[in-house]
């Protein structure tokens, strides 16, 4: 028996040793590649360990008229992810509540519409929105971005508060109602502060899906005004110069790993909490 | 009495009330969705029977169904479909066996599981365009790290061109898309595990099943009902991906990598025939719909030979 637990522990450790070098390999080959020399990275010595670590790819793609224009790419993406994280909870917020609390017609129906679209393709949407955009001349701005944005997530905003306000004890609320508290009392100062998990948690989600966005930013911004780190990054792989493109993908992704490895606990917190229902 | 029906009214008033309100809280949330969807989905739908003016942006005619015969008589167009189910399958198949046994492995106990957590769900946050870049360079043909590998290794004599590959293409834009989506389904077969009852398990144990057959007999079975849906959504989402194809190949070598969703990018964005592209989002969105429909009317088909249980 004890021999079979030793036997059991060896066998976990070595498969989490094995799941460990697939999933964070590529990213430290990444990092690997944007820390070394150009001559070392095309050098076909196998190295994975750096050998001389420089900064310069670094450098230069921080270089304001570098071809990613990783300035302009980080702020769009920040004022676009974080304005579209923000609409989507001013929004999502009323309307998980009505349909986890209040008494509604077909409030199945509406969670089922509003989930199902967001499997559906989503070329299907962008045509049409791209000839409206274009007609109004609104393409190539930071509003072209954030509605259509706020449009694919919230539904994914609205299911995840929902599964959190699902899980509030709802005798506080009644006790609050029987005082005489309004909705929006209700709303904002009971509800919001007990919420804040699940805020924190849609806040996020809807923060990196906005970051990670490609083919809406590459449509609706054809004139290349305004561009996006996602684009910005893009644009670079054009140019040959491995090292540059891997420290570009590097910062591109500092921010949302960064937002991942706080904030994980909210993350698995919204799928762990779907299931025990 | 006329207390009593007074009483009535006012519950009812009260409760359309509450309707109005609930309505009202949720009404921006569903305009903002339903237009920005519905419409542009008629709109799609419309086009997808006309020539579309790309330069007035009006329609200049409509031609019936001509787009849908000029799409299911082109053999490009047959082959990125067949391609694009190929893709959906693949991913969404070796993604379910990984993510199930991730998940195995991160409900049992062991020293440094939450780090090995949060590398698994890290993926997840890498934005396409860099897993992109990053499986571009692992693959890449003279600083690749698989070259590299192989080649110290004997197994290759000269360094290959993987993505010039077609077939060898396809898979490895299948292999970043898998890595991109391990994480999120590794999440929910966990939650899905952690809800199995353990009961079960020491019942087996102590009749002396071994790791296989309560492995096959009895977590098999019981995960089911969840690895079906999310094998299914999984597939979905592989067939609409664009970024990685976009990144590491543009549908080449010899629109080996085209996907559907790609064709349709190419027809609308590259050649503006938007008429053909919209009926090929069309095509798209009946084998979505007809994806997400097959467990459910095998199921009637299943009942209806065999009875209901």
Known sequence: MKNRLVLKKIFTYFFAFIVFLIMFFPLYGLILTSIQPENIIRSRNLSFFPTEIIFTHFVEVLKPNHISNIYEGIKNSLIVSSLTAFLCLILGFPASYSLSRLNMPAKNLILGALISVYFLPTILFVI??????????????????????????????????????????????????????????????????????????????????????????LIFTNNLKISTVALGLFRSTIDIKIGQQAAAAVITLIPVVLLMIFFQQYITKVVLSGSNK | MIEHSNLIDKSRLKFSKEKILATSLILPSLILVFVTYLYPAIFTFVISFAEY????????????????????????????????????????????????????????????????????????????????????????????????????????????????????????????????????????????????????????????????????????????????????????????????????????????????????????????????????????????????????????ILNFFWGNK
Not at chain 1, 185 to 203: D, E, T, V, W, Y
Not at chain 2, 90 to 107: D, E, R, W
Not at chain 2, 111 to 129: E, H, N, Q, T, Y
Request: aromatic share 16%; glycine share 4%.
């Open chain 1, 128 to 217: 049409p929105l791209f000839v409206i955009l274009v007609s109004y001349q609104l393409d190539d701005t930071i509003l072209s971005l954030v509605v259509p944005y706020t449009a694919f997530t919230l539904p994914f905003v609205i299911w995840i508060l929902k599964t959190f306000i699902d899980k509030l004890p709802i005798e506080v609320e009644e006790a609050a109602k029987i005082d005489g508290c309004s909705v929006f009392q209700l709303l904002s100062f009971i509800i919001f502060p007990l919420l804040r998990p699940g805020l924190i948690a849609a806040f996020i989600f809807a923060f990196i899906l906005a970051w990670v966005e490609f083919l809406t930013p």
């Open chain 2, 53 to 300: 003016d790309i330069v007035r942006l009006n329609i200049k005619k409509f031609v019936q169904f001509k787009n849908f015969q000029y799409l299911i008589n082109n053999a490009f167009f047959n082959s990125a479909v067949l391609r694009t189910v190929y893709f959906g399958l693949v991913i969404c198949l070796f993604t379910t066996i990984f993510s199930f046994l991730i998940a195995i492995l991160l409900n049992e106990k062991f020293v440094g599981k939450a780090l090995l957590r949060v590398m698994i769900v890290l993926p997840w946050a890498v934005p396409s365009v860099v897993s992109g870049v990053l499986w571009g360079q692992m693959f890449h043909a003279d600083t690749g790290f698989l070259n590299a590998l192989l080649y110290q290794s004997g197994i290759i004599s000269e360094y290959k061109i993987w993505l010039a590959d077609p077939l060898i293409a396809l898979h490895i834009i299948a292999v970043a898309e898998i890595w991109k989506a391990i994480p999120f389904m590794t999440l929910f077969f966990l939650s899905g595990l952690q809800s199995l009852p353990s009961e079960a398990f020491e019942a087996a144990s102590v009749d002396g099943a071994n790791v296989f057959q309560r492995f096959f007999y009895i977590l098999f079975p019981l995960m089911l009902p969840i690895a079906i849906p999310l094998f299914l959504i999984q597939f979905v989402l592989a067939m609409k991906s664009f970024d990685t194809i976009f990144v590491l190949t543009r549908g080449g070598p010899g629109g080996g990598t085209t996907t559907l969703n790609y064709f349709i990018y190419k027809e609308a964005f590259e050649t503006f025939n938007l008429g053909r592209a919209s009926a090929a989002a069309y095509v798209l969105l009946i084998i979505t719909i007809a994806v997400v429909l097959i467990p459910s009317i095998s199921k009637k």
